[in-house]
């Protein structure tokens, strides 16, 4: 992404200069999971105020804050990440003794939900010092507010978070058989290289909705509610959805009544409307994503009549 954040860190300076930042604090700061523009004002006005930032690889750190116009020298930049999460927090506690404000931030996202930061949160706190939340941008969030998950009719009834399952091809059946009996929408995330494996995984769980986003907020993203039994097909369906770094929204497990009365509406709208307009008012009585109805009217048409 090409953009000038010269306003922006002057916007910064303006909307969130005259708060106050106690020195000694460790700031947990969200950074942007693809689109550049997703950073807080309240963000960059701490990033460029802090005496250090601790961050999951420096490398990218320091990319990330010259796209800003943030200029940390070498010095200012210390690597905390999964391998010396542990080691790294004493250095991090005695920066703050010192009176010193540490930023902590991960490649992308929010810290410690996936990436590493919750070992260095409880040493921290664990030594009285003082933890300063900046809320943004998570993965998480991001697909489930275009999810569209619901329960019973009555909105959103809360979500599991699972992460990455097991590599392990034993394991990760066992986990999915657990998520097969949990009554909440889960939210998964996956590498490229093993999604074709988490989509067979999940195959078992039949006409269950699964939404899965890849390259959320950046040019070529793209989000789909689809069956469970149906992901590997839409994987298949162009290479180019193997790309990317993927997080996956298991809807909630629905009454097999419902899901029965859903067929039978859409069934009778068929038969007397075009499939676009038979979806779109099945959306409506129900409830349920387009896409997802899409995709069960088209197997309904495709099955022989009993």
């Not at 460790?26 to 309240?42: E, F, K, Q």
């Not at 039994?229 to 369906?237: E, G, Q, T, Y």
């Not at 307009?277 to 409506?284: E, F, M, P």
């Amino acid at each position: 992404m090409s953009a000038s954040f010269t306003s922006a860190l002057g916007a910064a300076l303006e909307a969130a200069g005259s708060q106050h930042y106690p020195q000694g604090a460790l700031y947990v700061v969200a950074t942007p999971i693809g689109n550049l523009a997703d950073i807080s004002l309240r963000a960059l006005h701490l990033l460029a105020l802090a005496d250090r930032v601790a961050c999951e690889d420096t490398r990218h750190t320091q990319a990330m804050l010259r796209a800003y116009g943030i200029d940390k020298s070498g010095a200012q930049l210390l690597a905390v990440h999964q391998h010396n999460e542990a080691q790294a927090a004493h250095t991090v506690v005695e920066l703050l003794h010192a009176g010193l404000r540490v930023a902590y931030v991960s490649d992308a996202g929010t810290p410690g939900v996936s990436d590493p930061g919750a070992r260095l949160v409880a040493q921290v706190r664990a030594q009285g010092l003082r933890v300063v939340p900046l809320p943004g941008a998570s993965s998480v969030t991001t697909l489930l507010s275009a999810a569209g998950v619901a329960q019973d009719g009555a909105g959103s009834t809360g979500f599991v978070f699972a992460g990455f399952l097991s590599s392990k091809a034993t394991e990760r059946a066992h986990a999915v058989q657990v998520l097969a009996t949990q009554p909440m929408a889960t939210v998964l995330l996956e590498a490229p290289h093993r999604i074709e494996a988490l989509a067979l995984a999940l195959a078992v769980l039949g006409e269950r909705l699964v939404t899965v986003g890849r390259e959320l907020t950046k040019q070529f993203e793209e989000i789909a509610t689809v069956r469970s039994d149906a992901l590997v097909a839409w994987l298949a369906a162009d290479a180019n959805r193997l790309r990317g770094e993927f997080v996956l929204v298991l809807h909630p497990l629905q009454a097999t009544a419902e899901v029965a009365q859903d067929d039978r509406v859409l069934k009778l709208l068929l038969e007397q409307l075009p499939l676009k307009t038979a979806v779109k008012l099945a959306a409506d009585i129900s409830g349920e994503p387009r896409n997802a109805l899409y995709e069960r009217a088209l197997a309904l048409k495709a099955a022989p009549e009993a």
